[in-house]
């Protein structure tokens, strides 16, 4: 397994979260792959606790937010979150508040009506309708993809599933930023977590 920090795409946020993507994750074997990741973020984050790996460990439980653990109990800092594709994570840690993280492949089969209609029901009007005005197939399905991402990111940080869009979950949003991750051809992945105070999300 290899793990590298992943940059986050344009000008640099001295708020934003520190992000890694692990490769060569059993692709086989989701709960494995689950295992593997979990401690790759404790292999990260030794460094920055001055621990052991030993001492670390992550929750590993469904539809739950990661929770660092040192010596079986639970840390209330840093905040963390996993994403997973097929032998790939990404793992993000954020000490000022809640982070999600989310990276897939581009999806270069599904029909692109489909989407469209799916961005309609998930994504905020604008962002759907900046979608649907793409002309090229190719730039369509990569915007969606990166579109895509960067709501489950925001979804995570806010510790929500995914529901239709609507003005109350807008309003559970306010205040989260997010950005595009500089990830290899075919993947999209994001970062989001909540800005200080008077800083523009």
Known sequence: MQIQSCALAGAPDDHAPRVWLAQGLDAAD??????QARAALCACLVP??????DELGISNLRNQAPQLLWRGKPLALPHCSISHAPGLALLARHWQGPVGVDIQALNTTAPRHELAAVARLFLDQKAAQALIDIPQEAHFLEAFANAWTRHEARLKCAGL???EWSGALEMRLAGIGSAPLLLAHGYAGAVAWRKPAGIKA
């Open 30 to 35: 989701r709960e494995q792959a689950r295992l």
């Open 48 to 53: 920055e606790l001055d621990c052991s790996e």
């Open 161 to 163: 599933g995914l529901v």
